[in-house]
């Protein structure tokens, strides 16, 4: 999905990383169109093959043949994946049947396997699923009120009847904005706020809270300090001991704001492997390698349309997007990181992409769920 805000790596690399990375990818797109002289091999590596890397990461390998997917088509699939030169931005790829890893391939670097790079927005979905568990903790409530769980509402009164049910589906009706070089969400980036929290409820009302879809950063983060609150523990650390360390994240990092708030709406990097185990966890009802981590009541409502929306070609749950016409559920990063389940496949597919493209030159949903439609389509 084009998202027209521009995220960073990390606090200190802000400026610099989005600045310098963006004008050498946009030139070196431009002297491919103006030459012949840079040859396809200087933007992805050449296809060799999909065979699985054996890591202690606790995902199982197979082959496609194996997990019934044609694996003769699948090469061709990712021999096109590596060759198509409208995919310049594209890092990897991989594919995932009944809960074993049966195919990856990088396009730029085998060290992606390990390295963790920004997926932005997929840290909303990462929200979703530790909402659920605090729930089933009884820690929050879907119905619970800001003016119940943040002290710091007291002080906007106007935001007070917000509820967790609001933030999640992405209705409170706040004015943050996302987009823009002027947008609130480059203010948080730049850490220019002294308090992230306060920044984002002193935004005025745009809309009756529960009345209007409006996607933004500021709605996840607030769950982020409301979970911080209520837990009494950073996020980061709280997903730490809830969920990253039953399912055998290793390589995850997770940015927070100087105020010590973990970001809500962006700031995990990881890797594509790690990346694939939350999609994993969705498709098994809540469960990693059979072992209950979230419940699955909550798996069924998250990813359940919660209203009449209908942005981007697709649906929202809470913090989960979906494609209803191709029964697929995603998370979605900007640039172009990419979980899709396909439940009724039992599949998960994973692409990431360069991280700090935008507008036209990002990898996009459109782009995306082509090949997904290909890989489906040599599933029995």
């Not at 960073?8 to 002297?31: A, P």
């Not at 935008?358 to 029995?380: E, H, M, P, S, Y």
């Amino acid at each position: 999905m084009q998202r027209t805000i521009s995220h960073t790596l990390t606090r200190k690399q802000l400026l610099h990383i989005k600045t310098t990375h963006l004008v050498f990818m946009i030139g070196l797109i431009s002297s491919c169109m103006l030459s012949s002289c840079i040859q396809e091999d200087m933007l992805k590596t050449q296809f060799v093959s999909y065979q699985p890397q054996r890591m202690d990461d606790g995902w199982k390998l197979s082959t496609p043949e194996n997990e019934g997917i044609d694996g003769v088509a699948l090469a061709d699939i990712y021999r096109q994946f590596h060759t198509d030169n409208a995919l310049w931005q594209v890092r990897s790829m991989l594919v995932f049947r009944n809960g074993k890893l049966v195919a990856e391939s990088y396009t730029k670097d085998p060290n992606d396997a390990i390295i963790p790079r920004a997926v932005w927005s997929c840290t909303k979905q990462v929200m979703g699923l530790l909402t659920g568990i605090a729930i089933q903790h009884k820690i929050l409530a879907i119905s619970d009120s800001l003016g119940e769980l943040l002290p710091e509402v007291k002080n906007y009164p106007d935001k007070g009847r917000i509820t967790l049910r609001h933030l999640l589906t992405m209705r409170s009706g706040i004015d943050f904005q996302n987009d823009g070089l002027s947008g609130q969400t480059q203010a948080l980036l730049r850490q220019l706020p002294d308090n992230s929290v306060n920044f984002i409820l002193e935004r005025p009302l745009e809309s009756t809270p529960g009345e209007k879809f409006h996607y933004t950063d500021g709605s996840p983060h607030l769950i982020s300090a409301v979970i911080q609150h209520a837990t009494g523990k950073r996020t980061r650390d709280w997903a730490q001991d809830v969920l990253f360390s039953k399912i055998g994240v290793q390589h995850l990092k997770w940015e927070e704001y100087r105020d010590g708030v973990t970001f809500g709406g962006f700031g995990i990097l990881t890797t594509p492997r790690e990346l694939a185990k939350f999609g994993q966890i969705v498709l098994d009802s809540g469960r990693w390698n059979g072992v209950p981590i979230v419940n699955s009541a909550w798996i069924q409502e998250m990813t359940t349309e919660i209203s009449n929306v209908d942005v981007y070609s697709a649906q929202f749950g809470y913090l989960w997007w979906l494609y209803k016409s191709r029964s697929l559920i995603a998370m979605d990063g900007h640039g172009g990181q990419y979980v899709f389940i396909a439940p009724k496949k039992k599949l998960v597919i994973v692409m990431t992409a360069e991280v700090n493209t935008q507008g036209k030159f990002q990898f996009l949903n459109t782009d995306a769920l082509r090949w997904v439609d290909k890989i489906v389509g040599i599933t029995r």
